[in-house]
């Protein structure tokens, strides 16, 4: 599994690589949010947290959802 062998700082760097707007989606995706609450939130259409979503799986390296969301927890509770 691609997860285990890619370590916190590896994540934090790639995660590093996103743009604000794609790493507001990737926050609010690991709070659990739908793709509909998001673009509420952020007031911009669906469609858009879509073509967010899938440039932040593509840049993370992330196979699905999931995975993301563990990347994300894995970074989040390392210290650096």
Do not use: W
Request: hydrophobic share 40%; with cysteine.
């Amino acid at each position: 599994m691609m997860d285990d062998k890619v370590n916190s700082f590896e994540i934090l760097r790639r995660y590093q690589t996103l743009t604000q707007r794609q790493r507001q989606v990737c926050d609010l995706v690991v709070l659990s949010h739908s793709k509909e609450e998001i673009a509420q939130l952020m007031s911009i259409p669906v469609d858009n947290v879509v073509l967010y979503r899938q440039m932040v799986m593509s840049k993370m390296g992330a196979k699905d959802m999931h995975h993301l969301v563990n990347m994300l927890h894995r970074m989040k509770s390392s210290s650096f």
